[in-house]
């Protein structure tokens, strides 16, 4: 099986807070921002500068074979992907160029799983395994640094007539070893037992390279470096003045190896309950951060990350099938959480990743469905959440901890709640079918959804937070039973609620920020056939 897919569109953030309340100050991209009199309001206007983009394209190939003999199954599962990304963004949200960025990235993967699945032919069946995995990926942060271009004088006049930017990309080779193994028991016809383990191990080989030049393209999608001595030096010493870090390269290693138990056991109470518990470890290797400037080897590495999962549960259909009753009680509890943190680099607003040394995420998953008469189906979905850091004293600070302590990249973000993790949230959705004749029925599906507030950044700045909302999503549908089609005119977010999904510093500018929001309230007519 092989598939290729292409997408192509532009972030739509708008710059917002502008001018930030006191006792922020109007930094210069918010300054122009006024002056050109541009919304800066997080409504449902948008003004986007030329070239800006997202770009992705993928390619998949899967070849699967199977050997079957008297004892079990033999399954080699080769697989390759390519992707290809671009984001051309205009970080100061000016109207004019001011600082432009590209982020070029593109991946390549190759795996081979071999694996033998024994026949249930008793109370005992087992799977057992290794999987390899190949990839190359390139990472690309290029900065033209358009606002500059009036303070190249004196010792930096050479460098016009610019712009000035600058080149830091990376490249990592990762190669995964892996063999596992599951047995289950099936100790009765209703209780079953499960246990497997899976022994990982992941080796990359980490590239980084930092330089300063021209950029040929607006967004820095070609930076020709500076050549000689002298071009090389004032541009250091720009960036030096300025924190951008320095020109050069490094290479760094790493290996981490982990073994992932898992067990579970399932009961059937009756035909129709069934009820579970379960333990996982899991394991995601640690990396590198490609944005670091610094070029200190113990800087630029983070850890790998741990997590022991429980969960117990039920699943049951009940009054005859009529009601529908799923509920799972879940706690996990990581080590060493890798978290994506904004960071500043000089002028340049990076992101990095850090280790979060503690942290828990437990509640409750609920799924409930009853069918109230032959006409009407009423279903709920709701989680009860409880996420929080334990232990995160290197959290990056927010915009009024950095005006507190301009010379401090960190907070103690320990007892705070995750970022996009709400105590509630849920949704209900409430069926009405109507016959309209012997083949045609006109369905009406209403689905509001309901979410307790949430940090928006990994910096969890409370002036962005999301405030609780509710959302209103409906799908009336004519539907031909015997032709196998429908029609259907549909509504999302009919209330036009405003709900963040993007919010990050805008650089330079403490207290001002660029985000982006849910869609206002659309329509749309959807035809349907089934062949």
């Known amino acids: 099986e092989s598939r290729d897919s292409h997408v192509r569109g532009a972030l739509t953030t708008q710059p917002t807070n502008c001018p930030p309340n006191p006792p922020f100050k109007v930094g210069p991209f918010c300054s122009a921002l006024i002056k050109a009199g541009s919304n800066t309001q997080l409504d449902n206007e948008r003004e986007q500068a030329p070239g800006q983009l997202t770009k992705l394209s993928t390619s998949d190939f899967v070849a699967i074979a199977n050997y079957d003999?008297?004892?079990?199954?033999?399954?080699?599962?080769?697989?390759?992907?390519?992707?290809g990304y671009d984001l051309k963004l205009n970080t100061a949200q000016s109207p004019t160029p001011l600082f432009n960025n590209s982020f070029p990235e593109h991946q390549s993967q190759f795996s081979q799983e071999l694996r033998w699945t024994s026949k249930l032919e008793g109370p005992l069946e087992f799977t057992a395994g290794a999987y390899y995995q190949n990839s190359r990926l390139?990472?690309?942060?290029?900065?033209?640094?358009?606002?500059?271009?009036?303070?190249?004088?004196?010792?930096?006049?050479?460098l016009k007539p610019g712009p000035f930017s600058q080149d830091l990309h990376s490249t990592q080779h990762e190669r995964d070893y892996s063999a596992f193994a599951s047995g289950t028991w099936h100790i009765t016809d209703d209780l079953s037992a499960t246990v497997s383990g899976r022994f990982t191990e992941t080796k990359k080989s980490f590239f980084l390279t930092d330089a300063f030049g021209t950029s040929v393209g607006s967004y820095g999608e070609v930076i020709v470096p500076y050549s000689t001595p002298a071009l090389?030096?004032?541009?250091?010493?720009?960036?030096?003045?300025?924190?951008?870090?320095k020109a050069g390269s490094i290479n760094l290693?790493?290996?981490?190896?982990?073994?992932?138990?898992?067990a579970d056991i399932q009961y059937k109470l009756t035909p129709d309950i069934n009820v579970y518990a379960s333990y996982t470890r899991g394991f995601l290797a640690g990396g590198f951060n490609g944005a670091d400037t610094s070029f200190n080897a113990s800087l630029i590495p983070f850890n790998p990350e741990n997590v022991d999962a429980y969960e117990v549960g039920v699943k049951s259909l009940l009054l005859d099938h009529r009601l529908m009753v799923n509920l799972a009680f879940f706690d996990e509890e990581f080590s060493n959480l890798q978290v994506a943190a904004q960071q500043y680099s000089g002028v340049s607003l990076i992101t990095n990743v850090r280790n979060a040394a503690q942290a828990t995420s437990r509640g409750l998953d609920a799924e409930v469905r009853a069918v109230v008469t032959d006409r009407l189906t009423v279903g709920t979905k709701f989680t009860v959440l409880d996420a929080y850091f334990g232990n995160y004293t290197n959290a990056a600070p927010?915009?009024?901890?950095?005006?507190?302590?301009?010379?401090?990249?960190?907070?103690d973000a320990s007892g705070k709640d995750l970022p996009y993790s709400p105590r509630f949230s849920g949704s209900l959705d409430v069926t009405y079918v109507q016959p309209v004749s012997d083949d045609l029925d006109l369905t009406l599906d209403v689905m509001p959804y309901l979410s307790t507030g949430f940090y928006t950044t990994d910096t969890l700045d409370p002036a962005v937070k999301q405030?609780?909302?509710?959302?209103?999503?409906?799908?009336?549908?004519?539907?031909n039973n015997s032709s196998d089609w429908?029609?259907?005119?549909?509504?999302?977010?009919?209330t036009s609620t405003t709900v963040k999904n993007l919010v990050i510093d805008l650089p330079l500018n403490t207290g001002s920020y660029t985000q982006s929001k849910q869609r206002p309230a659309s329509f749309g007519v959807q035809f349907v056939k089934h062949w």
């Open 69 to 83: 003999t008297s004892t079990g199954t033999f399954t080699s599962e080769t697989a390759y992907s390519h992707y």
């Open 138 to 158: 390139f990472a690309g942060n290029d900065f033209v640094y358009y606002f500059l271009q009036p303070n190249l004088v004196g010792p930096f006049a050479s």
């Open 232 to 245: 090389k030096a004032a541009a250091q010493a720009l960036s030096n003045a300025l924190g951008l870090g």
């Open 253 to 262: 290693s790493r290996s981490d190896s982990d073994f992932t138990p898992a």
């Open 398 to 411: 927010y915009a009024a901890l950095k005006l507190a302590q301009p010379n401090n990249q960190i907070q």
């Open 467 to 479: 405030s609780t909302y509710a959302t209103l999503d409906f799908r009336l549908a004519l539907v």
């Open 486 to 494: 429908e029609v259907s005119f549909i509504g999302k977010n009919v």
